[in-house]
């Protein structure tokens, strides 16, 4: 796979799919939005905030979209490619019967709010379509994350439910909305 592959372009974002190369932007970008996403993901160890662990997270990933049983996309501003701003991915792709998967995404604090995420996410959508056979993609979101509960309804993700005592985040399982999308085009 090429360094920083870039996959596609939108009208003011560049779209790139997992490369060892991007691991010192990883790290920077984790490492800055830390204490940000905390509150909203699960913790991660300590070791995650170094520079070997995420090329070895890279490393897992590209062999996962390789194999199409996971796809991770970063993205970066036009204006600014060195910095990336955000982070999107498809976890557990299933072959039919279920033809599924489980999206989520999270943004770089600073650039919240101006719809960057929404439109790397539906891109994003298009190019994992294109991946592998997905007829479901499914989200979970926090309550009180309104946010992304917005962006997921941009997107056209319909809400499913509440999952109770769902994911453990900040030392104690959170509730979620379940949200999903179903894709009109399968197998047409």
């Known amino acids: 796979m090429p360094a920083e592959s870039m996959i596609k372009e939108t009208k003011r974002l560049i779209l790139m799919t997992s490369s060892t190369d991007l691991s010192e932007k990883l ?4 490492s800055d939005n830390r204490a940000f996403f905390e509150t909203r993901e699960p913790a991660w160890q300590e070791k995650y905030y170094t520079l070997e662990y995420q090329r070895r997270i890279q490393e897992a990933e590209v062999q996962n979209m390789e194999n199409r049983i996971s ?11 060195e910095r990336i701003i955000g982070s999107i991915s498809f976890v557990r792709i299933r072959k039919e019967p ?13 650039y919240q709010g101006h719809g960057y995420c929404t439109e790397a996410c539906g891109a994003a959508i298009e190019e994992v379509l294109k991946l592998a056979d997905i007829h479901r993609i499914e989200s979970r979101v926090m309550p009180d994350n309104v946010k992304s509960v917005h ?8 809400y499913e439910g509440m999952e109770y005592s ?5 030392g104690s399982f959170r509730d979620h909305l ?4 179903i894709n009109p085009e399968y197998k047409k």
């Open 98 to 110: 279920y033809a599924s998967t489980i999206f989520g995404f999270n943004q770089h604090e600073d």
């Open 178 to 181: 379940r949200y999903a999308w």
């Open 151 to 158: 962006i997921l309804e941009r997107l056209g993700f319909i």
């Open 166 to 170: 769902s994911i453990l985040i900040g």
């Open 27 to 30: 790290l920077t970008y984790y």
């Open 71 to 81: 796809a991770y996309y970063y993205y970066a501003l036009k204006e600014d490619p």
